[in-house]
């Protein structure tokens, strides 16, 4: 008897903890459950770190809670997205001066 009622304690606690969720992260006040999380990763391209943030669902816009600024937008880390702005000539080293270029 004793067997059993362990047995049912340990088969409880395992499906309690198949319920748990493994990750902290809160988007717009709402805590996200893995299957929400998971979602997110994927359309970011990378891991979203534990944590507390906002998103803007009309631009894709994204921060950290409390802090207005805008870290990234949606889909950013993915590379080629359309919302990836081109960097700059003088960021990749292309923008010349008058006196930089001699013709012969």
Same mark, same amino acid.
């Given at each position: 008897?004793?067997?059993? =009622? =362990?047995?049912?304690?340990? #088969?409880?606690?395992?499906?309690?903890?198949?319920?748990?969720?493994?990750?902290?992260? @809160? @988007?717009?006040? !709402?805590?996200? &459950?893995?299957? *929400?999380?998971?979602?997110? &990763?994927? @359309?970011?391209? =990378?891991?979203?770190?534990?944590?507390?943030? +906002?998103?803007?669902?009309?631009? %894709?816009? +994204? %921060?950290?809670?409390?802090?207005? @600024?805008?870290? /990234?937008?949606? /889909?950013?880390?993915?590379?080629?997205? $359309? *919302? !990836?702005?081109?960097? $700059?000539? $003088?960021?990749?080293?292309?923008?010349?001066?008058?006196? &930089? #270029?001699?013709?012969?």
């Amino acid at each position: 008897m004793k067997r059993l =009622v =362990v047995a049912l304690l340990l #088969l409880a606690g395992l499906a309690g903890a198949a319920d748990a969720q493994t990750r902290f992260v @809160v @988007v717009n006040g !709402q805590r996200l &459950d893995d299957l *929400q999380i998971a979602y997110f &990763d994927r @359309v970011q391209c =990378v891991r979203i770190p534990n944590g507390r943030y +906002w998103l803007n669902t009309m631009t %894709g816009a +994204w %921060g950290y809670q409390g802090i207005p @600024v805008i870290q /990234g937008y949606l /889909g950013g880390a993915c590379g080629g997205g $359309s *919302q !990836q702005r081109h960097r $700059s000539l $003088s960021e990749r080293g292309l923008l010349y001066t008058p006196g &930089d #270029l001699r013709f012969r």
